[in-house]
């Protein structure tokens, strides 16, 4: 707990910061027209196999409606958790480098 309170305000700072840029980014993706294009077409693994002859109805199976929105989860949260670690370590990293250039 008593690590928790450390350093706090910088902390959620440069979380809230990432948080945001990825979510630019985001709403960047969502306006290109690739993005377009998968939300007019939808997911269709597999329906190529079929081709349009046959209805291309969407082959996924059924688990995979249950496992994909934890796949996204993962990913949101998962991606910036990982450049907030990177970000710290790199920031931990340069000001250890700092102390040994210029000890004071």
Known sequence: MKYLKQ????????VMC????????MIALENTQWADHIN???????????GPAEGGKRNMP???MY???FVKEIVL????????IGWLK???LVKTLMK?????
Not at 18 to 25: G, N, P, R, T, W
Not at 40 to 50: F, K, L
Not at 77 to 84: C, R
Not at 100 to 104: A, D, Q
């Open 100 to 104: 040994r250039i210029r000890p004071s």
């Open 18 to 25: 990432i948080s945001v840029l990825v979510s630019v980014c």
């Open 40 to 50: 007019q077409v939808g997911y269709s693994h597999g329906a190529e196999e079929q």
């Open 62 to 64: 059924s688990y995979m």
């Open 77 to 84: 949260i998962g991606v910036p958790l990982l450049i907030t």
């Open 7 to 14: 350093s706090w305000q910088r902390r959620t700072l440069i």
């Open 67 to 69: 496992i994909l929105p």
């Open 90 to 92: 790199l920031a931990g």
